[in-house]
């Protein structure tokens, strides 16, 4: 016998949250892929080119750059060779220990970030710049409380970020 009460959308507060959240990365990460799409690159293709631009000229071990993306990589093989492939890094193995690898960002890697530059700002514009900028602070206290629990001890991309942002 059907129940004349109704069936809350939700079954706690914490899945609430969690479903908006899913739903904001959805709509915001589809901004995103429009603009990386126009330029063939994968929003962790993209990050790990700007990761390596923070370092230039100097490079960073494959390792380190996995440890440092946004999103994890699985295949970070994969990822470094596209990029290499459209001569966008450069990999040189080290001559005292030659299971690693140095990732290096070339010129024409550099310039394709400086070619993107402005859309990336209009991007993020568009994706959160209706919110004040108080708000977007507040959001990101909260983001960090919500993964803080969750982030793995070897990667201190929350340190990292939050040390730059606080400054």
């Not at 603009?35 to 960073?60: E, H, I, K, T, W």
């Not at 970070?76 to 040189?92: A, V």
Request: glycine letters at 4%; one cysteine or more.
């Amino acid at each position: 016998m059907p129940s004349d009460t109704p069936r809350p959308p939700f079954d706690s507060p914490a899945q609430e949250a969690y479903l908006h959240l899913w739903r904001s990365y959805d709509r915001l990460r589809a901004i995103e892929d429009e603009l990386f799409n126009r330029y063939d690159l994968s929003a962790q293709q993209y990050n790990a080119l700007r990761l390596l631009s923070v370092v230039y000229p100097a490079g960073m071990q494959t390792m380190e750059i996995g440890r440092q993306l946004i999103s994890r990589m699985p295949d970070m093989t994969r990822l470094l060779d596209r990029l290499n492939k459209r001569g966008l890094i450069t990999r040189k193995r080290l001559p005292e220990n030659r299971r690693v690898v140095e990732v290096f960002i070339t010129k024409a890697g550099r310039k394709l970030l400086s070619d993107m530059s402005d859309e990336v700002l209009e991007m993020h514009e568009q994706q959160l710049g209706h919110l004040s900028p108080n708000q977007q602070k507040q959001l990101v206290k909260l983001l960090r409380l919500a993964r803080k629990p969750h982030e793995d001890a070897s990667c201190d991309w929350m340190d990292a970020v939050g040390a730059q942002s606080n400054a």
